[in-house]
């Protein structure tokens, strides 16, 4: 069994900044690729930002220049860094790994149960 753990979720002021953390635990030999991604209400889910295994980042359009995606391989956390924040970016964050498993399959990680960020004055 693998559990991700978001965490760090909350109101945050429009421009102010926050951070988000997400642990990886249970059935793991490594990770991969890890990633951010969020849902707003009524809105399908959409990927925010990934880093792979050689710390390569990629970033959605909407967050380019604000956002910062960290990991670390080998304690299993990915971390994002929400600057300069909008009301835009109040969504239900979500983290995603790629793993092994100790047998050497490689398994996409559950999804987590999410941290929620609000935007607002």
């Known amino acids: 069994q693998v559990q991700l753990v978001e965490s760090g979720g909350g109101l945050v002021q429009p421009g102010e900044s926050h951070t988000l953390s997400c642990a990886a635990s249970g059935n793991i030999d490594s990770i991969s690729t890890m990633a951010w991604y969020r849902q707003a209400s009524g809105e399908e889910r959409e990927l925010v930002a990934v880093i792979t295994p050689g710390h390569s980042t990629h970033y959605a359009d909407a967050v380019k220049g604000r956002f910062t995606i960290s990991g670390d391989n080998a304690k299993s956390t990915v971390t994002l860094q929400l600057n300069s924040v909008k009301p835009e970016d109040t969504a239900v964050y979500y983290c995603?790994?790629?793993?092994?498993?100790?047998?050497?399959?490689?398994?996409?990680?559950?999804w987590g149960q999410g941290t929620q960020v609000t935007v607002s004055s």
């Open positions: 995603y790994a790629d793993i092994t498993d100790p047998t050497g399959r490689v398994l996409r990680s559950p």
